[in-house]
């Protein structure tokens, strides 16, 4: 099916389970830990062996020697795999890292060797065993002093371009009445979902299945196809649950070619999960940037030239973080500038992470229009609300398919109680604290791609959907069961949704946003044809037939479902696919959020206490997965703007904390009760779904709603994430 | 935390300690004499392999395997009960929580052969999918998850903070020390900062535990 023109009233629009906030329909399951992720699937893979990695203790040279003597006598050991006998690998299409190094190392914890062993104590110990002699070589681990030698990079598949001029943003900047330049840096950032990557591998022949944690599994299957130089057609992925990714098990990582080179040198399957503590080093991350941002706005406070220049750094042909994508979109200004730059650092490789650019770029930008809406003397939500535009600002006359973000900061001041918020800072003290309120906007791009599945009609009535889609937590399994339940008016009782297969129809994956509007598309359009299939076994004229109660009805006929597939189960499958509407309209989800800080008036110690967020995010499938997805992303704003950061040695070139103790995420005593508004949104223009994604907008501009609040609590202004009281400390004059 | 005062057979904490240390010093000699035998040094033999026997959700088991394992690696890689979760296999996540003689613990942080004749409680012994532990419901009524995989730990450590409130057991934001104890939103939130949840769900899991405590989050 081809979506090409607005969608008009489908059986979508009868909302009888899709918009209900139900419960997640395996919540039984993984409540009770009885859901399998990938290292557990020991019913599939009788006594496996096991697989360790060494991860290479330098960041840039090479390896002159690995003495494996030691290792091969230890007990247990089965095989041991480094780049002398793996075979050739090839980097895949999405990720530039290598999965084993050697003879060169390109950064640090970059595999050297797996270990394979009978147990995962013997691996681990032989690991330890292996003695590596490295020659060492000059790397390049500081954006700061890499800054001056990045380059424009080339237009990337997914983001921005490197550079969009509209208007004469110098000259307009030059003259403005009002201006501010600032420079702001957002640090390396990690996933650390809970879940560590890990794969079970095992080959039949030439043929590879693996059980592993991959979100998007058509992107898994054709990249591992490339590493191992194999055809793709012998791949067989399976990830039924995925322990949280956040775009950190976008496709192959280390583990995944790991786990199979391990169990082709042992004969056996193998199973292999990245260590913690290898993780932060070998896999990848959001990397470190620093953003430049000039607004220009005329004495009323309407932006005249908005200018975002962002320096991100990486390993030789990586991306770059494309943090200027919101600036083009989200306020008004006929002279506008965005530039990207990209060096090349030795640390590990920087990749998506949860709104990959909008995320950093928000937490610059919306500091910006603070510092902006202060020097003009306004309050910073009119400020914001003055310079809305209901068209794009770089293709004037290109609508917005919709867009309420004055809704969205209006609903939200008003809920949040904005109106008690002082313009001056340190206004407020409640003992030894001092309060602070700060908002933001939140934007974040609707894409929806291509998305196929298959569904099942059985003789008990019960509906099964198929598709290679994944659900990292992000309530997949729900919003497709719901809208297959939908369009065959059925209960939810009667679905079944198989997720995380690659042998199941190519879904859209889950990633930037696009997972939940892409892949209920593809069920409603298997859907049509399954509707389609039952009306012509019944003999109903299939537009005219109806789904409803477990019924099918066509004129003063009414049939139960389950009599179509009484002789034969019947079985459809199709794909939507898009035409050009993202190109005629602006897609994009809005939002605004409200922070609430406490700020030690001696300590600087910083405690959140209220958070409200609004979105505008198309149609809510489920609104309680929908919060969920929002206060997760509000809870990862929160580390954003407070505790996050991996700290690069940069003598070494390593990032030095690399656990969960080093790295900080927020815990349970960080966050508060966090409220979620989620306005009307029925997008005609996305889908039959009219739907859009919500996981990513929910962390868009959060650490900057924080950060305005710790400046309106303590009058310090902080341009250097994360805020921590040392910094407060010190610009306390 | 762990009290051990079942006597016979139990290792308790200062025999473990000194265990450990013997154990230390053999490595230690190995590494800086090689493998040939100085005739001074103590001949200690490795035990590379051990039995332990413990009670799982009320079910005995004995094991025999590598002295090096982990409570947590007993469970999912002999046992195969994967609802204990490895998140970090170093005490700092919360997943691997389980309850061991009614207290929770992490379980990568303990050896398998510590716990001779324990009583453990995993979250299998929890509840299952047909038989809910009311706690387990009410993750499931207020969306205390998202990935799942921190759950079963974030699960086993509710249920334990509920039973250590009752039994009066202060926290670190305790007003007072000897004073009762009431399960409050604080009160809970400080208790549960052991158990990371990457995907956000603190403020779903506060409400879940508050119904099932009785009161109102």
């Known amino acids: ?733 | 935390m762990m009290e051990n005062e079942n006597g016979s057979g139990a290792i308790t904490r200062r025999e473990m300690l000194a265990g450990t240390a013997i154990a230390v010093t053999a490595l230690a000699m190995t590494k800086v004499t090689g493998l040939e035998a100085v005739p001074s040094a103590p001949t200690v033999t490795p035990v590379e392999s051990e039995g332990v026997s413990f009670s799982v959700n009320g079910k005995a088991v004995k094991l025999e395997m590598d002295t090096r394992t982990t409570l947590l690696d007993a469970l999912r890689e002999h046992l195969h009960l994967t609802g204990t979760k490895k998140g970090c296999d170093h005490g700092q996540c919360g997943a691997c929580t389980v309850l061991v003689n009614g207290r929770r613990i992490n379980s990568c942080l303990s050896l398998a052969l510590q716990h001779q004749d324990d009583s453990i409680t995993t979250i299998e012994g929890i509840g299952t999918p047909e038989n809910l532990h009311p706690m387990q419901s009410a993750f499931i009524k207020h969306d205390g998850f998202q990935c799942g995989y921190c759950t079963p730990g974030q699960i086993c450590s509710a249920v334990a903070v509920l039973e250590e409130i009752k039994a009066g057991m202060p926290s670190h934001v305790s007003a007072e020390l000897k004073a009762p104890v009431a399960f409050s939103n604080a009160e809970f939130r400080e208790r549960m900062s052991g158990n990371i949840c990457r995907c956000g769900a603190y403020s779903n899991i506060a409400e879940a535990a508050a119904e099932v405590a009785g009161v109102q989050g």
Request: hydrophobic residues 40%; charged residues 20%; proline residues 5%.
């Open chain 1, 1 to 733: 099916m081809k979506f090409e023109k607005p969608a008009g009233i489908n059986p979508i629009d009868q909302l009888k389970v899709i918009g209900k906030p139900t419960d997640r329909i395996e919540g039984p399951l993984k409540t009770t830990g009885t859901a399998k992720y990938a290292y557990e699937y020991n019913d599939q893979v009788v006594s496996p062996a096991y697989g360790y990695i060494l991860g290479s203790a330098i960041a840039k040279g090479t390896i002159s020697r690995i003495d494996q003597s030691a290792a091969k006598r230890s007990a247990g050991v089965l095989a041991i795999v480094t780049a002398e006998n793996a075979g050739p690998l090839q980097p895949g299409k999405f990720y530039v890292s290598r999965f084993l190094a050697g003879p060169q190392i390109d950064h640090y914890h970059q595999a050297v060797a797996v270990v394979v062993a009978e147990t995962f104590e013997q691996a681990r110990a032989a690991a330890s065993l292996l003695k590596v002699d490295y020659k060492k070589s000059k790397g390049s681990y500081d954006l700061e002093s890499a800054r001056d030698s990045a380059q424009q990079p080339a237009p990337a598949e997914f983001g921005p371009p490197p550079q969009t001029l509209t208007g004469d943003f110098e000259g307009a900047f030059k003259t403005a009445q009002v201006k501010l330049d600032e420079t702001y840096t957002t640090p390396d950032q990690a996933h650390a979902m809970m879940e560590p990557h890990a794969t079970i591998a095992k080959w039949d022949g030439d043929r590879l299945t693996c059980w592993c944690s991959v979100q998007q599994l058509n992107w898994g299957v054709r990249d591992l196809a490339i590493i191992l130089g194999i055809p793709k057609e012998n791949i067989r992925l399976i990830a039924s649950y995925i322990g949280g990714g956040f775009g950190g098990k976008g496709t192959v990582l280390a583990d995944l070619v790991a786990a199979s080179l391990a169990a082709r040198a042992a004969g056996r399957p193998v199973k292999l999960a990245l260590q913690r503590p290898l993780m932060f080093n070998n896999t990848i991350h959001r990397p470190k940037t620093i953003q430049r941002i000039r607004i220009g706005a005329d004495q009323d406070g309407r932006i005249t030239a908005i200018g975002h220049e962002s320096w991100s750094g990486n390993l030789q042909g990586g991306r770059t973080e494309p943090a200027t994508a919101s600036t083009r979109i989200l306020y008004a200004g006929a002279n506008r500038l965005t530039r990207l730059k990209l060096a090349v650092l030795d640390l590990a490789e920087g990749n998506a992470m949860r709104a990959p650019g909008e995320a950093p770029g928000m937490m610059a930008l919306e500091i910006a229009m603070d510092e902006m809406a202060e020097k003009l003397g306004m309050d910073p939500v009119e400020f914001r609300i003055k310079n809305d535009t209901q068209e794009d600002p770089e293709k004037p006359g290109r609508k917005f398919s919709t867009r309420k973000l004055i809704e969205c900061l209006q609903t939200g001041a008003e809920k949040f109680g904005w109106q008690n918020r002082r313009a001056k800072p340190g206004s407020i003290k409640e003992g030894q604290w001092l309060i602070g309120m700060g908002v933001a906007s939140a934007v974040r791009g609707a894409p929806v791609t291509k998305s196929a599945a298959r569904v099942r009609l059985n003789s008990s009535g019960i509906i099964t959907v198929e598709t290679d889609m994944t659900d990292l937590g992000t309530g997949t399994y729900t919003i497709i069961a719901q809208t297959a339940a939908e369009m065959m008016g059925v209960g939810l009782d009667k679905v079944m949704v198989k997720l995380g297969d690659s042998s199941f129809p190519e879904s859209a994956g889950s990633g930037g946003q696009w997972g939940a509007a892409s892949s209920t598309s593809g069920v409603y359009a298997a859907c049509e044809k399954l509707r389609e299939a039952v009306a012509n076994v019944l003999g109903f004229e299939p537009t005219k037939t109806q789904f409803s109660d477990g019924k099918v009805i066509f004129g003063d006929q009414s049939v139960d479902l389950a009599g179509a597939a009484k002789s034969a189960e019947l079985v459809a499958q199709d794909e939507m696919t898009y035409g050009g509407l993202s190109k005629e309209y602006a897609q994009t989800t809005f939002g605004a959020h409200f922070v609430e800080v406490a700020v030690n008036a001696y300590t600087f110690e910083i405690r959140v206490r209220r958070m409200v967020a609004v979105c505008h995010a198309g149609r809510i499938l489920n609104p309680k997965a929908a919060r969920s997805q929002v206060i997760g992303a509000m809870t990862m704003g929160v580390g954003a703007a407070l505790m996050e950061e991996m700290v690069v040695d940069k003598n070494i070139g390593f990032f030095v904390n690399h656990d969960l103790a080093g790295y900080e995420v927020p815990v349970h005593a960080d966050i508060p009760y966090q409220e979620v508004i989620l306005l009307e949104d029925i997008d005609p223009t996305m889908s039959p779904m009219k739907a859009k994604g919500i996981g990513e907008l929910g962390l868009c501009g959060v650490a900057s709603a924080v950060a305005n609040a710790v400046y309106n609590a303590t009058g310090i202004r902080v341009r250097d994430y994360p805020i921590t009281l040392d910094k407060l400390l010190k610009n306390n004059v």
